[in-house]
């Protein structure tokens, strides 16, 4: 099988960027316009907080919904320059170093390098553009109407345990090899997506992940910081 | 299926055609100069009609601005040391004063104009919102007038007026492109003329009011109180002179201002600037039927998409004064967030004169194009008022000059609130006052520590008063009104040259107000409004027109051109500190 059809998948939270989705939500929330709808927006936020804590390792497509259900009514502008700003200031710091050098190794093979996000595409444009071996991303969408977001997020939500049938069919759509594949996740939602490849990796992995993937005898790499 | 419309050469309709302008030393006016010289070198000559400045003859005030204002760059860069010839080759300046007959020109000159003239293109006007009525009434009604008489007695001059979609007063909803006679928004029975009338009586009563012998025995009584309250000497009668007349001016200007907005008000335009040029209009649909004549209303003109230079902007009555209070620590703004909010850049508008000087020039001309974005390409009060706030706060957190800007000011964030907002400036007017009064209440001793506090409380209710009085102008513009300005009149000759193009639907306003519009305010509009001299151009080969030929030239050659007054609203000078 020749190596120019296998792909990288890599999630970003966590073998990427040493910051979640919820870090972003925040920084949107924390920022909105005056200071009564920032507590309401941070409070609502707040109150997501359990159920990532019971669901984080498991499957985090209701969390995530909930938690962008806070940037509801906040303008497309405001969170355009508001993604511009967390990326410049927040997570451009957060790059893991390790992480991006598994994506350009990835790229010297010749594979194609799929980053998979729970976060915004606001986010995840920039960092992917600042990376520059990116050939492709999937991430969550905010629903806009006239110009505000909706707090809704456009299917495919990422964040549960689709990721692998999503791997599958892209692979598939692309003529990829999966057997030949390779992906490097960090959370328990992403086992499937791991199974799914060819050769997987954990990363950083949290406690289920870490469990399965010593179960699975799939190698383990740790350097989050 | 859609009719094909047919395309209007805009160089060759005015190849070879004899085109004149008034108001070229305004922000307009100076873009469609700077755009015509770039872009139509075979028209057969542009007369700049300009009046004598503090002893500046026209033509030397020309040539000043050719070589300092950033509008003429691009000419500048194009044709460098070839630019004086051609400007020389195709630009005539015209010395002369709207007000008066013929337009003050000599006979000759005048002869010559009625036989070449194709389009007369009148920019000139007074734009503040609350002007006094005199001067309103002589720069946007009677020399709008003047002119018109001047293009009638040509032989084949046609007129393009400009105007401002804003004439339309307080209405809700669609408003067409359409020149209607004695046209008033109340709706009542109307006549322009008398109304024209009425007001100039009312001036004059005014004025003769002002100067009788009671106004002056008041004025003399007030500067003494002053003088006394100050502790200054109540004997030097040269200085209280020149107080009480100056005292005198103010009241009459003042009264003046106040007539202007009543009077405007009452018949239901937002200002005295729309009601004095929705009557020149009213005035000018009486010759229609005479004359060719044009009229081209923009919206609310504000900083270059992408000519002379992305950003240029020298207006100070767009959104200039609006977006520079929004970044003070003033936040409660009254507006509907859903309401149209307007604004077209310069040279879209330029384009828009060009195309439709070129369809007098061509006899394909529409009674009234209107140039704005409400109907094409919409942003709305909320969107707009957000995205300046977001400027404001990639400034202070890119340019902070202190650490409170970079913290506190840059997440200070204005609001859309409504007109009763608890918050809202006239309370918290209220508040300082209450604050005031309870000082006075305090021991002498104690009232004397804190004198510069209460100082400051003065300087604030100064700042807040301004505050107040802007918003109260801009009201019907952001609260009380929802226009959408009909823009179809352009697209019925869409011009062949590219160049010409009148496209509001190419601007995406995320990166209009964030990257071009917002820091050209910074830039060119802030510093007018903070009484600093604008940056000028320095071009490399300064333009120089032939020796000076006229008595008034020859008088005064060599004379320092101070061409604008730099504090522009000075009573905004400070509050963003505020």
């Not at chain 1, 991430?139 to 495919?156: F, K, Q, V, W, Y």
């Not at chain 2, 085109?19 to 057969?44: N, Q, R």
């Not at chain 2, 919206?299 to 970044?327: K, Q, R, T």
């Not at chain 2, 006229?550 to 060599?558: D, I, K, M, P, Q």
Request: neutral net charge.
């Amino acid at each position: 099988m020749n190596q120019a059809s296998a792909v990288v998948f890599v999630r970003a939270e966590g073998v990427l960027i040493a910051r979640g989705a919820v870090s972003a939500a925040t920084y949107f929330a924390a920022n909105a316009a005056g200071f009564k709808e920032r507590a309401f927006r941070l409070g609502q936020l707040a109150l997501t907080a359990p159920v990532y804590s019971v669901l984080g390792q498991s499957d985090r497509v209701l969390a995530n919904r909930l938690a962008y259900m806070a940037l509801r009514n906040m303008s497309e502008d405001r969170l355009a320059e508001l993604a511009d700003e967390y990326f410049a200031n927040v997570l451009k710091e957060r790059v893991l170093e390790a992480g991006v050098e598994l994506l350009r190794r990835a790229r010297r093979e010749g594979k194609r390098v799929v980053v998979i996000a729970d976060s915004l595409a606001l986010v995840i444009e920039p960092l992917c553009a600042h990376l520059r071996c990116v050939d492709d991303y999937v991430c969550n969408r905010l629903e806009m109407r006239d110009g505000l977001a909706t707090g809704r997020l456009i299917e495919p939500v990422i964040g549960g345990h689709d990721t692998g049938r999503w791997a599958s069919d892209y692979a598939a759509e692309h003529a990829l090899d999966l057997a030949g594949s390779v992906a490097y996740a960090s959370h328990g939602p992403d086992l499937l997506l791991l199974a799914a490849v060819g050769s997987p990796c954990a990363v950083n992995p949290d406690y289920t992940l870490r469990r399965a993937a010593r179960d699975a005898r799939w190698p383990i790499v740790d350097y989050h910081v | 299926m859609s009719e094909r419309v047919p395309a209007l050469s805009v160089r060759d309709s005015l190849a070879g055609r004899h085109v004149l302008l008034t108001g070229g030393s305004g922000f307009l006016g100076k873009v469609w100069l700077s755009l015509m010289l770039a872009e139509v070198p075979d028209v057969a000559k542009i007369y700049v009609f300009l009046r004598p400045k503090a002893l500046v003859p026209a033509r030397q005030r020309f040539e000043k601005m050719l070589n300092t204002s950033p509008a003429f760059r691009p000419l500048h860069e194009r044709f460098g040391a070839r630019l004086s010839a051609h400007v020389a080759e195709r630009v005539e300046v015209l010395e002369g004063e709207l007000s008066l007959p013929d337009l003050g020109l000599p006979a000759d000159v005048v002869q010559r104009l009625r036989r070449d003239l194709h389009v007369f293109v009148h920019c000139a006007g007074l734009v503040d919102f609350n002007p006094d009525l005199r001067k309103a009434m002589d720069s946007n009604v009677s020399a709008t007038m003047r002119v018109a008489d001047f293009v009638e007695r040509c032989e084949h001059a046609s007129l393009l007026h400009i105007s401002t979609c804003y004439v339309a007063g307080s209405r809700y909803g669609e408003i067409p492109e359409t020149l209607v006679r004695d046209y008033v928004p109340s709706g009542e029975r109307f006549d322009a003329e008398a109304e024209v009338a009425e007001a100039h009586a009312d001036v004059q009563a005014l004025v003769h009011r002002h100067e009788a012998e009671d106004e002056r025995a008041r004025a003399r009584q007030d500067v003494l109180d002053e003088l006394r309250v100050h502790g200054r000497s109540e004997h030097n009668a040269k200085l209280i002179e020149t107080l009480v007349r100056k005292r005198r001016r103010e009241r009459l200007r003042e009264a003046l201002v106040d007539e202007g907005m009543v009077r405007a008000r009452r018949l239901g335009w937002p200002n005295t600037y729309t009601y004095t040029k929705s009557l020149a209009e009213s005035l000018l649909a009486k010759r229609a039927s005479r004359m060719r004549i044009s009229v081209l209303r923009p919206s609310i003109v504000e900083s270059a998409f992408d000519f002379p230079f992305p950003g240029w902007n020298e207006s100070f009555n767009g959104s200039a004064p609006l977006a520079y209070i929004m970044g003070s620590w003033f936040r409660n703004v009254p507006a509907k967030p859903d309401a149209p909010f307007d604004v077209i850049p310069v040279d879209m508008v330029c384009r828009a004169m060009v195309i439709a000087t070129a369809a007098l020039a061509a006899g394909r001309e529409r009674p009234v194009y209107h140039v704005g974005s409400s109907h094409r390409n919409r942003c709305s009060v909320g969107r707009a008022a957000e995205l300046i706030v977001l400027s404001h706060r990639r400034h202070f957190r890119e340019r902070h000059r202190t650490r409170a800007e970079q913290l506190i000011k840059s997440r200070w964030d204005a609001v859309l609130v409504e007109p009763d907002n608890l918050f809202r400036v006239q309370n918290s007017r209220a508040l300082l006052r209450r604050a005031q009064e309870a000082f006075e209440l305090l021991p002498d001793k104690l009232r004397a520590k804190l004198d510069g506090f209460i100082e400051r409380t003065n300087e604030i209710d100064d700042r807040m008063a301004q505050i107040q009085k802007l918003v109260e102008l801009y009201l019907p513009f952001m609260y009380e009104s929802y226009y959408v300005f009909e823009s179809r009149a352009l697209q019925t000759h869409p011009p062949l040259e590219p160049v010409f193009a009148f496209e509001p639907e190419r601007i995406d306003w995320r990166k209009y107000w964030l990257d071009v519009h917002m820091p050209g305010l910074r830039r060119w509009a802030f510093p007018l409004i903070d009484g600093k001299r604008p940056e000028r151009y320095r071009s490399e080969h300064p333009v120089r027109f032939a020796q000076p030929t006229t008595a008034s030239e020859r008088a005064s050659h060599g004379a320092q051109d101070d061409e604008r007054s730099v504090s522009v609203l000075p009573m905004l000078a400070s509050a963003s500190e505020g």
